[in-house]
T-cell receptor, first 112, second 112 residues
């Protein structure tokens, strides 16, 4: 186990709704990254947070947003859900300056 | 062309065989190379981490990086049924955001 926990583990939402996913980083880690993994694909980088600010963003629209809190936990928010947003959402924590990233078990989001 | 290409598989091998997994990449800025193992419906687990070119061994696992050819490999010796999983290569440039770029994954089944 990595010590990175995500909630909820599964979620079903309707197209057009909004969703919030949560992540608690591993103890001692100050950086959180979010990835989207579609079925049969590798994870795609959404964005990274360090010191409560977005620090790098992948090719995702603005309706994907996030927060990092003083305790380094993080949220991923997705507005106006689309069917293609159905995926496994992964949170990875790391320590700034170290490349190794440790992943949580993911939240499986299904948009119907 | 994708930034990271991974042999798609799937691979099915008998127990005790050597498993060979490969990725190629196009971004010459990549300096950090990782292999993750992902069991079904779980988050990726970091297996091996290497910096720049060379070999790294950890138990039954050997990671090789050839930056001149933009090619990385993971070898699993004496494979076990518990090694059955999807293996993801990931890589990153030496920048502050440490965004990981992943391959699509290779699914391996080790037959008892």
């Amino acid at each position: 186990e990595t010590g990175v926990t995500q909630s909820p583990t599964h979620l079903i939402k309707t197209r057009g709704q909004q969703v919030t996913l949560r992540c608690s980083s591993q103890s001692g880690h100050n950086t959180v990254s979010w990835y989207q993994q579609a079925l049969g694909q590798g994870p795609q980088f959404i964005f990274q947070y360090y010191r409560e600010e977005e620090n790098g963003r992948g090719n995702f629209p603005p309706r994907f947003s996030g927060l990092q809190f003083p305790n380094y936990s993080s949220e991923l928010n997705v507005n106006a859900l689309e069917l293609d947003d159905s995926a496994l959402y992964l949170c990875a924590s790391s320590f700034r300056g170290q490349t190794e990233a440790f992943f949580g078990q993911g939240t499986r989001l299904t948009v119907v | 062309q994708k930034e990271v290409e991974q042999d798609p598989g799937p691979l099915s091998v008998p127990e005790g065989a050597i498993v060979s997994l490969n990725c190629t990449y196009s971004n010459s800025a990549f300096q950090y190379f990782m292999w993750y193992r992902q069991y079904s419906r779980k988050g990726p687990e970091l297996l091996m981490y290497t910096y720049s070119s060379g070999n790294k061994e950890d138990g039954r696992f050997t990671a090789q990086v050839d930056k001149s050819s933009k090619y990385i490999s993971l070898f699993i010796r004496d494979s076990q049924p518990s090694d059955s999983a999807t293996y993801l290569c990931a890589m990153s440039p030496p920048s502050n955001d440490y965004k990981l770029s992943f391959g699509a994954g290779t699914t391996v089944t080790v037959r008892a």
